[in-house]
């Protein structure tokens, strides 16, 4: 069984920063590539940017320059850390991870997190 957990959420101003947390735990043989989705009410979930296991990265025009993402394998953590926060930016924040797991044989699937609150006020 594997978990996503997003941590770091919450409430802030324009203009502000928040770090995202998104730990992985469970029968885990290797994380691949790792990303940050993001839903708005009555908005469809949309891609925030994506991180393979070498740490390349790539991000949705909507936050390049001001969102950084970032992983420590040894800890099956992916982060994403915010900052010149915008009032658009308010969603749900979710992680995904493209994830192996070897039983009786190969398993390769994408897990989701539950998702954590990003509020940006005016």
């Known amino acids: 069984q594997v978990q996503l957990v997003e941590s770091g959420g919450g409430l802030v101003q324009s203009g502000g920063s928040l770090r995202l947390s998104c730990a992985a735990s469970?029968?885990?043989?290797?994380?691949?590539?790792m990303g940050w989705y993001r839903q708005a009410p009555g908005k469809q979930r949309e891609l925030v940017g994506t991180?393979?296991?070498?740490?390349?990265?790539n991000y949705a025009d909507s936050v390049k320059g001001r969102f950084t993402i970032s992983r420590d394998n040894a800890k099956k953590t992916m982060y994403l850390q915010m900052n010149s926060l915008k009032p658009e930016d308010t969603a749900v924040y979710y992680c995904n991870a493209d994830i192996s797991q070897y039983g009786s044989s190969w398993i390769r699937q994408a897990y989701w997190g539950q998702g954590t609150q990003v509020t940006v006020s005016s």
């Open positions: 469970g029968s885990i043989f290797s994380i691949n590539t």
């Open positions: 991180i393979t296991n070498v740490g390349s990265t």
